[in-house]
T-cell receptor
Framework: KQEVTQIPAALSVPEGENLVLNCSFTDSAIYNLQWFRQDPGKGLTSLLLIQSSQREQTSGRLNASLDKSSGRSTLYIAASQPGDSATYLCAVGMVPKDSNYQLIWGAGTKLIIKP | DGGITQSPKYLFRKEGQNVTLSCEQNLNHDAMYWYRQDPGQGLRLIYYSQIVNDFQKGDIAEGYSVSREKKESFPLTVTSAQKNPTAFYLC????????????FGPGTRLTVL
């Protein structure tokens, strides 16, 4: 059974630093992997989607990498800003046998950027 | 603007009541999902629907029911059989240029009084 882990659960860094958020998964037979951002009391916003055949995706100051063989993905945030403060969730897309596409979720990393 | 809307934003339920959470999308997506989010946990799948008039149970379907009479709408009913319904409920649909990219509504926070 696929399990998705995000470490650390919380992270606080000064403004301007580059940082890396980690996501690990136990089953490498994934369809894709998606990173989301969630602000308190709000829905989720999709940040980056990496297909299983891809190694990385970039959007602005964000770069997500995928290493299926080691069961890891990282989300790199360059030049962090206070507005980046949010919870970041990783979700692995699977197509189980005799079933439909599903996302398996990590518990998230709560990021605080200090001014 | 295309997107997913959920209503109400906040909902309060008395013990023994059924309540229905609304989810509407104008993205022309076929697949829609309901998740439950509790503090410190990942999202858990309640129900999903791949097409109109069809839906499947997720990991925690007990105490919940859904319908999918229209492509745009996927309401979730939290029944009195759900013993611990206080949570944040998120509706999502799948589509986009990137295959299987999931889009979310703003959520409904349900509290049992």
């Amino acid at each position: 059974k696929q399990e998705v882990t995000q470490i650390p659960a919380a992270l606080s860094v000064p403004e301007g630093e580059n940082l890396v958020l980690n996501c690990s998964f136990t089953d490498s037979a994934i369809y894709n992997l998606q990173w989301f951002r969630q602000d308190p009391g709000k829905g989720l916003t999709s940040l980056l989607l990496i297909q299983s055949s891809q190694r990385e995706q970039t959007s602005g100051r964000l770069n997500a990498s995928l290493d299926k063989s080691s069961g890891r993905s990282t989300l790199y945030i360059a030049a962090s800003q206070p507005g980046d403060s949010a919870t970041y969730l990783c979700a692995v897309g699977m197509v189980p046998k005799d079933s439909n596409y599903q996302l398996i979720w990590g518990a998230g990393t709560k990021l605080i950027i200090k001014p | 603007d295309g997107g997913i809307t959920q209503s109400p934003k906040y909902l309060f339920r008395k013990e023994g009541q059924n309540v229905t959470l609304s989810c509407e999308q104008n993205l022309n997506h076929d697949a829609m999902y309901w998740y439950r989010q509790d503090p410190g946990q990942g999202l858990r799948l309640i129900y999903y629907s791949q097409i109109v008039n069809d839906f499947q149970k997720g990991d925690i379907a007990e105490g919940y029911s859904v319908s999918r009479e229209k492509k745009e709408s996927f309401p979730l009913t939290v029944t009195s059989a759900q013993k611990n319904p206080t949570a944040f409920y998120l509706c999502a649909s799948i589509g986009g240029a990137g295959a299987n990219e999931q889009f979310f509504g703003p959520g409904t926070r349900l509290t049992v009084l």
